[in-house]
Each structure stands twice: as C-alpha cells, then as structure tokens.
C-alpha cells in the first residue's frame, strides 16, 4: 500500500504510533458495530456483552454485574429481558439459594457466534489485503500491545474485547 503525503513517519515517534493506533481502534470498533447491526433486532449493545460474558460459562448474577460494571438490580433487570426472550437461563445457585446462575440457551449462543464469526469475516477481509510480511510484524506488534495493556491471548473471550476491572 502506497504511503500517503500526510501520513506520519514511521519510527519510535510515541505520537505517530499512538495516532497508528487510534485509527486502527475506529476500524475495530466499526466491525464490532457493523458485526451487531444484523443482530440489532434481538438484542442491544449491552445485551450483547452480558450474552458474551455469560457465554464463557455459568456465571452468578453479581459477578455478571461486576464484569459489566453495572449494579446487580440493573444486571438482574438485563437478564430477565434477556430470560424473557429466550436467550439466558436464569437459576438458582443450589449451593446457595440466594444467588442466581445464569447461562445461555441454544438461541443465546447462537446470536454471540454468529456476531463474532461475523466479526472474525470482516477482520479476515482486511488482512487478506495486507502483505504476508506485514500481518506477521502485526501479529507480533499486537502480542506486544496486548502484553503491555495486560490483555489475555484470544483464545479468552472478553465483553466487547477487553476484561472488566475484576479480570
């Protein structure tokens, strides 16, 4: 790809990488937009991160609201929009009655992979036309940003792509 007149140098300037990367984040935040645009009808932005964060497995409610950064009434609210729709579980902890567990149903899971396979799609998309040599120093760019900003690998789903302040 051509460099632009405008374009920053490349080098070790802090600015240029710094500005590198704030592009770069309205990019990923147009796909995760663009990836739940399909899904808009079923269920909203915040609706979608609490499917994500339950779709790692069973989670107890104040611990969802936690994750969220939301209060356990209003996570509690969420998911029973969520339980009435058909895409959460809502159920008593039977070691402790005073909790609710809550998972995904069929129709939960299916909504969260078929947002992030979209997601996947598009980001694939974007890579195909960068050089082999370039998304290999991206690969190792990115491992690197991650490990600073204390990011797990991908393999460790995330709501919205990063953890919440009890991760």
Known sequence: MAKEADEEPIGDDLEAVTAAVLTA???????????????????TLPQFRMLMVVG????????????LGVNPSTAMRMAGRLAVAGLLKRE?????????LLRLTDNGRR???E???????E?????????ASQRQALITAMRE????????PARIAFPLGWPGPSA
Not at 28 to 43: F, K, M, N, P, T
């Open 25 to 43: 984040s309205r990019v990923l935040v147009a796909i995760s937009a663009r990836s739940l645009a399909a899904a808009e009808d079923r269920v």
């Open 56 to 67: 790692q497995g069973e989670t107890k409610l104040v611990t969802l609201a936690d994750k």
């Open 92 to 100: 008593v902890n039977p070691q402790n009655r005073r909790e609710t």
């Open 111 to 113: 909504i969260v992979e």
């Open 115 to 121: 947002v992030t396979a979209r997601r996947k799609e």
């Open 123 to 131: 980001i694939a998309a974007i890579l195909t036309r960068m050089p």
């Open 145 to 152: 940003f991650n490990d600073a900003a204390g990011e797990p």
